[in-house]
Structures are given as C-alpha cells and as structure tokens.
RNA sequence: GUCCCUAUCGUCUAGCCCGGUCUAGGACACCGCCCUUUCACGGCGGCAGCACGGGUUCGAAUCCCGUUGGGGACGCCA
C-alpha cells in the first residue's frame, strides 16, 4: 500500500489493437473498486515493446474506454516515456548484488530450453552467468556479448502473497529461476517496468487477470530486492469463449468496440462484463453505475473461469433496451439507421417525432439496436416482397384483394388516420362481413409491411400515414389479382 | 511435460469460510400455459446441477486426501 494509505489502482493495458472484453473487464473492476473507495483510477500504456505498440491501438483502448462511460483519474501515461525511470532502480540492483549481467545469447537459452523439453521440466535459466567477475563481463562484452540484467532469485524457501480473489498463491523460490529485468540494449523489461512504475505511481492495489499470476510472483520478488511496499493484489479469473479456450482476436470473437458497432448498450455491456464471474449474492442482474459501484465487490469474484454467454448478453442488452426513455433510445438508434441506409441524416432530423413513434413500437421488440433497421424498415420503404409462408396463408383465401380495396375505400374515407379511427374502420368492415377482425388484420399486416409479424397494425399503419397506406394495399390487391398466393 | 489456479443445472451464479434451515435458490436458453390483431413484452409453470473416489462426522454441496476434467504460465513479449 502507499504510504498514505490512498487507494490509487491502474489499468495497464498493452496496445495490440484490439479493446478485449477481458481487459474492458478488468477496467471496470478497477474503476467501480477506484469510486467506492474514493480511490484515483489511472491508466498507463504498457508499450515497452516499441516493435508491437502503435498509436492507433491506444486510441481503440480510449475509444473504447470512453463510449463505456470509464473516465480515468491519470494518464495515459506511456511507459514507453519512462524508460529513463527504470535504469536507475536496474543499476540499484545490479549495485547490491541481487542482480547480475548475463551475456548468454539467444542460442544458449534456446539451447537450454529444449534440453529442458527433453526432461520435461518447466524451463528456467540455469544462472551460468550468475558468477561472472566484472572483468569477465567486461572481456566479453568487448568480444560483442552485449549483457541484460537478471535478478538473483534464491532457491530456498518460496514466495508467496495473499490475492483478494484468490487467497494465497505460493510457489517455490527454485521453480522461478533468475529472470531478465533489462535487456541488453538496457530497455527495462515488463515485469521491471511494472513494479517501479506500480511503485513510482503509488498504486494501492493491483486488480488484473489471472495470467499475471506467475509474473505476480516475479514481481514481488522484485519488491523485495528494491525493499519497497508491495501492493494489494487481487487476480481476476479469465473469460473464456463458449469452447472454453481464451477470448481472443484471432478467433474472431468480437472485441469492445464491435459489440458496440453491434448494437449493444455500454450500459448493458458493462453490466453484463461486471456480473460475469461475480455475483452481489442477492438475486438481483441489472444494475446502474451507481448501484455497481455502492455494491461491487471484489473479495465476491468467482475464482473459476466464467464463459461468456453472448445469448445472455443479448437479452441483458434487451432489458436495457426496454428500459431506457424513448428518446435517449431514438438518438441511439439513429445512425444505425441512417447507417443501414434507411434515411439520410437529414431526413432523421426533421422527422425526429416521427421517429420517436416508431422507435416506441419497435422497442420491446429489438434486442440491439442493429435490429431495429430490420424490425423497421417497412417504416422507410414499402415491402419489395411479401414473406412466403404469410403469402401462402393469408393472401391465397378468396377475396381477399377485394377485401384489401374495401379497406382502402375505407381508410380513405376517415376524418383522421390515427390508430383508434383506424382499428375502428376494421372492425366495422369485419362486422359488416360477419367475420373475425383477424381477416383483415393479417392481410392487411402483410401488404403494409411484408411480414407476419411486428408492430401493432393500427399502430404501424398510422406511422405509415393514410396515403402510403392506401398505395401498399392496391399494390398488394394487384399482386394478389396477378396471381401471387394462387 | 513442469509449475500455478480452479471444479454447483448446457451457460452465468447463490449457498461453501462458521457442516444440519438445501427434497440445492435465482438468471439466460429451452418447453408448456395465460395475456393477445401477429410478433414481442409481461405473468405462471416445467426441464436441468453439487465431476468422481475415499475419508472425517450422528449428519457433507459445505471440512480433509486423491483422481479426473478445465484454465493459465513457462520469452532479452506484454
């Protein structure tokens, strides 16, 4: 902990690219833990490998960040920036004689880590190095056998400390081994770089994935050595896919930003990211910010890989849906619309009512906001075909373009076209005919929007206005008379 | 392979620390019924689980050991 006691904790993420769902994760634990406790939330870009870390990858992890409502307290601060922080802690090190230079080349290791193949043991470095004089680093460094920098891990005894999430980890001293802190061109390694910049930020508490666990270690030992606090950790298990191996963006499972681009709400993908592995041990699934943050807690994270579920996703993303004002929801929707091509942006500005009435209708019915483009796009362009099987039953009984022309003759003749005048002039029609009101609503559903399903027909039809309506049943009641549904 | 972690319905989980209240609760999905102009929403009901084997105990999902399964880490990557 710092000395002040501060909670101060940090998201570390490295640029590759891709806004993974694990480190969005990891983020909001961060971020919820950071606002209960009155705590400073960082970032800092971990681009220490300048080969792999360009810009643009840090403007998707701020994107993403950013549109899930995460603000960050500090940062970003690169740790490409630092490397001048680092040298000083490594010569420390080197100084007191818990570290040492080891010039083995990459053939070496190499070597060594297929011998240790062939006995089938976890490889670690043999510490040949570990008795070099000075002048004997300094002989071969002149024959070109650049040095990196090692930590002195002892055999005995083992390292451990206590997880948050997890408990105790432990491991033994011996199964480490020494590892690299700086490479031989004197650029600080990650596992270096993290402590002096852990230390140097003064962060309270470490809360990240499960696959850090065996740096964990590393890095206590590292704190050790420099004799500075070591900080509460607390290691979140990964998410897995549905086939139960890694999130990743090589298998094409969608990162942050899709989902997003999807049509999901940051709302609901933060909720939904938040309860994966972690319940508040009521029965209770929807929570706002503000809840999340008086009732998250870490010590409650499952300690076993949770699946994400992109089903449950879906239908947590529909509560949202369902949930939020009809206007906040039309803004939302919008370029969804005007992306699939439905309307310009223009036309969505000057028709904005309009659209709130249909938005209203199609909200119950859509689980992302792409759907609605689908669900509505009758709202925007007459059917260009009618569904088969709705043809089949309900365009192929008798009469039934007589029926959708004296439907006509009858919406035309209203004094308004609003869905009570609407609904009234049906069933007056169906009375008259001594049939059910069903008669004419399915066909009449099917003309308008082509499909079986959807919106309430009065409520559709009034959205549609009186004159589009009107044009959608004679088109249908020529089709029909032209032979479809025969 | 070695080391570390982990194990409740298909999936997310509550319960486990402090054994009896668990004929194991909730959610998603699925099935049925109701509501209903269709779909959806909503309501009601159903299906389905303590990985296995040993202990400890009057009693174990809960404690201990082992097996098996799953995940992670084994880089002069992060």
Redesign the pocket.
Same mark, same amino acid.
């Given at each position: 902990m710092s000395s002040s006691g501060a909670v101060r904790v940090r998201i570390a993420p490295?640029p590759t690219g891709y806004f993974h769902v694990g480190t969005a994760r990891m983020a909001i634990h961060n971020f919820l833990f950071a606002r209960a406790t009155g705590g400073t939330f960082g970032l800092r870009i971990?681009? =220490? *490998?300048v080969d792999?870390s360009r810009q643009e990858f840090v403007d998707v992890i701020l994107e993403g960040l950013t549109w899930l409502g995460i603000r960050w307290d500090e940062g970003p601060v690169y740790?490409s920036e630092r490397q001048g922080l680092y040298a000083p802690y490594v010569e420390q090190l080197l100084n007191n004689g818990r570290a040492y230079r080891?010039?083995? =080349?990459?053939e070496d290791?190499a070597r060594e880590?297929e011998e +240790? &193949?062939a006995r089938?043991? *976890? $490889?670690?470095?043999s510490g040949r190095c570990r008795g070099l004089s000075d002048d004997e680093i300094r002989r071969l460094g002149a024959e070109g056998r650049? +040095? +990196?920098v090692r930590l002195a891990v002892t055999n005995e005894g083992e390292t451990a400390f206590d997880d948050l999430i %997890?408990? =105790?980890?432990? &491991? /033994?001293n011996e *199964?480490i081994g020494d590892?690299?802190i700086a490479?031989?061109?004197g650029?600080a390694?990650?596992?270096f +770089?993290v402590v002096v910049d852990d230390h140097l930020m003064e962060i309270s508490h470490v809360i990240r994935g499960?696959?850090? !666990?065996?740096?964990t270690y590393k890095q206590v030992l590292l704190y050790q050595a420099l004799e500075w606090d070591i900080p509460q950790f607390a290691h979140a @298990?990964?998410i897995?896919r549905?086939d139960?191996?890694?999130v990743s963006k090589r298998k094409g499972d969608p990162s942050v930003i899709d989902y997003r681009d999807q049509g999901y709400l940051s709302d609901a993908l933060l909720n939904f990211l938040c309860?994966?592995?972690?319940?508040p041990?009521?029965?209770r699934?929807i929570f706002s910010l503000e809840e999340l943050i008086a009732i998250f807690q870490l010590e /409650?994270v499952?300690?076993?890989? @949770? !699946?994400l579920?992109p !089903?449950?996703l879906? $239908?947590m993303n %529909?509560?949202y849906i /369902?949930q939020i004002p009809v206007p906040d929801l039309a803004g939302q929707v919008r370029p969804f619309v005007v992306q699939a091509g439905l309307a310009a942006e223009s036309e969505m500005v000057s028709r904005a009512a309009w659209f709130e009435r249909v938005v209203a209708q199609l909200q119950?019915?859509c689980k992302t906001l792409v759907e609605f483009s689908a669900a509505g796009a009758f709202f925007f362009r007459a059917p260009s075909e009618y569904d088969v099987k709705g043809v089949e039953k309900h365009f192929s009984k008798p009469g039934v373009s007589d029926r959708l022309r004296r439907l006509a003759e009858a919406w035309n003749k209203t004094v308004d076209f609003e869905s009570e005048t609407i %609904?009234a002039t049906m069933r007056a029609l169906a009375e008259k005919d001594g049939t059910k009101?069903?008669v004419y !609503?399915?066909p009449a559903?099917l003309a308008l929007t082509g499909a =079986?399903?959807? @919106? %309430?027909?009065?409520?559709l039809a009034a959205l549609l206005g009186r004159e589009e309506c009107l044009a959608r049943l004679q088109h249908a009641a020529s089709a029909i008379d032209s032979g479809l549904g025969t």
């Open positions: 490295s971990e681009d =220490t *490998d792999r740790q080891c010039v083995c =080349t990459p290791l880590r +240790a &193949r089938k043991q *976890d $490889w670690k470095y650049p +040095a +990196a %997890g408990g =105790t980890f432990r &491991r /033994r *199964d590892f690299v490479r031989s061109d650029r390694l990650y596992n +770089a499960n696959d850090h !666990i065996n740096n @298990p990964l897995l549905p139960k191996s890694k309860l994966l592995g972690w319940s041990g009521d029965n699934e /409650r499952s300690q076993s890989n @949770p !699946i579920d !089903i449950k879906e $239908w %529909g509560e /369902r119950e019915r %609904g009101l069903a !609503i399915h559903r =079986t399903a959807g @919106p %309430g027909l009065f409520e």
